[in-house]
């Protein structure tokens, strides 16, 4: 079973940085993309960053409006691990951020449980 295991979020005040990890339980190249979204109470779930390998080695990645210039998504393919580095934070950027993997076959993307990141102004 497939397993996406966040970490990293909690308290920091505006202007701060956090670094989110999100650990698969299978090597990485079982999906077709991995990435961030993050969810405030009562709002849809967002699309913060996601990456993908292309031609085996490039990297395509894409950012939401809100965050370019702030978030890098990075990952390492021998831990099996997407990385979220977050700089200047705002405080709308509270919120539940959760890991997400795209199947290479049929189905639904793979969802971890989720890790508050709370910015305090």
């Known amino acids: 079973q497939v397993q996406l295991v966040e970490s990293g979020g909690g308290l920091v005040q505006a202007g701060g940085s956090l670094r989110l990890s999100c650990s698969a339980s299978v090597r990485m190249s079982s999906f077709i993309t991995m990435g961030w979204y993050r969810q405030v109470p009562g709002m849809q779930r967002e699309l913060v960053a996601s990456i993908r390998s292309s031609s085996g080695r490039t990297n395509v990645i894409n950012y939401a409006d809100s965050v370019k210039g702030r978030f890098t998504i990075s990952r390492d393919n021998a831990l099996n691990t997407v990385y979220l580095q977050m700089n200047s934070l705002k405080p709308e950027d509270t919120a539940v951020y959760y890991c997400?993997?795209?199947?290479?076959?049929?189905?639904?993307?793979?969802w971890g449980q989720g890790t508050q990141v709370t910015v305090s102004s």
């Open positions: 997400n993997a795209g199947r290479l076959t049929p189905g639904p993307p793979y």
